[in-house]
């Protein structure tokens, strides 16, 4: 079966810096997925126009990333207080608008989960990366004591804890994996250093994703794009590798 894949908002947010814009260059994507990623809190508050909203509803798969920072770029919490509950008021009215089948939570950043009680929506738990301190073996058994959330695996994450951790996640949470954030972690030419969410186009070694295949959901390409903007070219061309390998 064909694989369902498309590509995060925020993968191009240094491109346009509004979410309209972003969906605008995605369009020009024969991809058939797409994750709004409502990074901070303000973006929150950016309509999209009625023409974005229908091309949304056009996609196989649609998904949100909520928000990970606040209004000072610092961490955001998701507490029991009034603040927490205008997040999740604002995401639920997105995901109705634009027909999202899932929005995806930093467990890190979530100290009460009591808080989603009454929202109707698919909740998911996102895999974190070694600099966040929850390895896959604490991952996974935070996932076994809130079964109400659907997971999201990030290769470029799992990958930081090793390769082996990629398909510890998949073989305990594949069945619950509503998609995966799709990446690749390596050194960074750029940046001059090991960086997680680099392109697939770019991998040595493609080895480490077989394990993936045995996940039937959407993949999300979540790259970081900075230093090919406005490259859409780039864009097709990562799409097209990533459909040919799993199309193999």
């Given at each position: 079966?064909?694989?369902?894949?498309?590509?995060?908002?925020?993968?191009?947010?240094?491109?346009?810096?509004?979410?309209?814009?972003?969906?605008?260059?995605?369009?020009?994507?024969?991809?058939?997925?797409?994750?709004?990623?409502?990074?901070?809190?303000?973006?929150?508050?950016?309509?999209?126009?009625?023409e974005n909203i229908d091309y949304l509803h056009s996609p196989d798969y649609v998904s949100i990333h909520a928000?990970?920072?606040?209004?000072?770029?610092?961490?955001?919490?998701?507490?029991?207080?009034?603040?927490?509950?205008?997040?999740?008021?604002?995401?639920?009215?997105?995901?109705?608008?634009?027909?999202?089948?899932?929005?995806?939570?930093?467990?890190?950043?979530?100290?009460?989960?009591?808080?989603?009680?009454?929202?109707?929506?698919?909740?998911?738990?996102?895999?974190?990366?070694?600099?966040?301190?929850?390895?896959?073996?604490?991952?996974?058994?935070?996932?076994?004591?809130?079964?109400?959330?659907?997971?999201?695996?990030?290769?470029?994450?799992?990958?930081?804890?090793?390769?082996?951790?990629?398909?510890?996640?998949?073989?305990?949470?594949?069945?619950?994996?509503?998609?995966?954030?799709?990446?690749?972690?390596?050194?960074?030419?750029?940046?001059?250093?090991?960086?997680?969410?680099?392109?697939?186009?770019?991998?040595?070694?493609?080895?480490?994703?077989?394990?993936?295949?045995?996940?039937?959901?959407?993949?999300?390409?979540?790259?970081?794009?900075?230093?090919?903007?406005?490259?859409?070219?780039?864009?097709?061309?990562?799409?097209?590798?990533?459909?040919?390998?799993?199309?193999?």
């Amino acid at each position: 079966m064909q694989k369902v894949i498309g590509f995060s908002s925020g993968d191009i947010y240094s491109w346009a810096p509004s979410i309209n814009e972003q969906i605008e260059v995605l369009k020009k994507i024969p991809c058939n997925a797409i994750e709004i990623n409502y990074a901070g809190v303000p973006s929150l508050n950016e309509e999209i126009t009625e023409e974005n909203i229908d091309y949304l509803h056009s996609p196989d798969y649609v998904s949100i990333h909520a928000p990970f920072y606040g209004d000072s770029r610092s961490d955001l919490m998701y507490e029991n207080n009034d603040a927490t509950a205008g997040i999740l008021r604002k995401l639920k009215g997105h995901y109705d608008r634009i027909g999202a089948r899932a929005i995806v939570f930093h467990p890190n950043l979530i100290g009460d989960y009591s808080i989603f009680k009454g929202f109707d929506f698919n909740a998911c738990l996102e895999n974190m990366p070694f600099a966040r301190k929850i390895s896959p073996k604490e991952f996974i058994a935070l996932a076994g004591e809130h079964p109400e959330f659907g997971i999201v695996i990030d290769t470029a994450h799992a990958l930081s804890w090793g390769e082996n951790a990629l398909g510890m996640l998949v073989r305990q949470l594949g069945r619950r994996t509503l998609h995966v954030h799709l990446s690749d972690r390596r050194y960074s030419q750029r940046k001059q250093t090991i960086s997680d969410h680099r392109q697939m186009l770019y991998a040595d070694d493609m080895n480490k994703f077989e394990v993936v295949r045995n996940i039937d959901c959407p993949l999300i390409l979540e790259v970081s794009i900075k230093d090919k903007k406005n490259n859409v070219q780039n864009l097709k061309d990562e799409y097209e590798f990533v459909k040919k390998f799993f199309s193999n």
